[in-house]
């Protein structure tokens, strides 16, 4: 079983809308999260951390639910410029970080 | 300010060779990871280095090896390539005793034949 499960997608939604996704991972020891974006043939780059609290950054939201062992990210009013890939992150200590496969997103005109 | 530089870019190797790749830090990071990518595939965390000893390692055969040297610089070295080697192979560093997250290089794309 990987460690971290995501749904690949593709979510193909029109500029404006919402999209929500989520994934899970199996290690209850996982200590930090995190969503990173990452475009095609690029190097993966930080979108938020994500905390027990809920956080959001900007039209971004993500949740951490620990009892079930899952993290979502909201995305309100999209904008073309958020098609990408993006990337659910659980990690044990610092260091080594467990990627999901990654959930595609591509907003249309 | 420079990030995470990574080289080369491109590589295509023949099954059985063997590969170097290296990555310098972002300024003040001193620990080093390196990931690999392979197509439709999240990255895999390989090992991480810090003063210039490997500090944790995941699921990779000893062909796998890394170094860093003492400017924090690091190398992933990769023998006996095999086919499934192919992949996008990523540096990340941080600066060991804050809490930021891993800064991402743009990576080697490299192609065993």
């Known amino acids: 079983r990987k460690e971290v499960e995501q749904d690949p997608g593709p979510f193909n939604v029109p500029e404006g809308a919402t999209v929500a996704f989520n994934c899970t991972y199996s290690?209850?020891?996982?200590?930090?999260f995190f969503w990173y974006r990452q475009d095609c043939r690029k190097e993966p780059k930080l979108l938020m951390s994500?905390?027990?609290s809920g956080n959001e950054d900007g039209r971004f939201t993500a949740q951490l639910n620990r009892a079930s062992q899952y993290i979502s990210l909201l995305i309100r009013d999209s904008k073309l410029s958020d098609s990408a890939t993006y990337l659910c992150?659980?990690?044990?200590?610092?260091?080594?970080?467990?990627f999901g496969a990654g959930t595609t997103v591509t907003v249309r005109a | 300010d420079a990030g995470v530089t990574q080289s080369p870019t491109h590589l295509i190797k023949t099954r059985g060779q063997q590969v170097t790749l290296r990555c310098s830090p972002k300024?003040?990071?001193?620990?080093v990871s390196w990931y690999q990518q392979a197509l439709g595939q999240g990255p895999q965390f390989i090992f991480q280095?810090?003063?210039?000893?490997?500090?944790q390692r995941g699921n990779f055969p000893d062909r796998f090896s890394g170094h860093q040297f003492p400017n924090y610089s690091s190398e992933l070295n990769v023998n006996a390539l095999l086919l499934g080697d192919s992949a996008l192979y990523l540096c990340?560093?941080?600066?060991?005793?804050?809490?930021?997250?891993?800064?991402f290089g743009n990576g080697t794309r490299l192609t065993v034949t």
């Open positions: 280095y810090y003063e210039e000893e490997e500090r």
């Open positions: 992150v659980a990690a044990y200590n610092d260091y080594k970080l467990s």
């Open positions: 994500v905390y027990s």
């Open positions: 290690n209850s020891a996982s200590q930090s």
């Open positions: 300024s003040g990071h001193d620990t």
């Open positions: 990340a560093t941080r600066y060991f005793r804050d809490n930021s997250p891993l800064h």
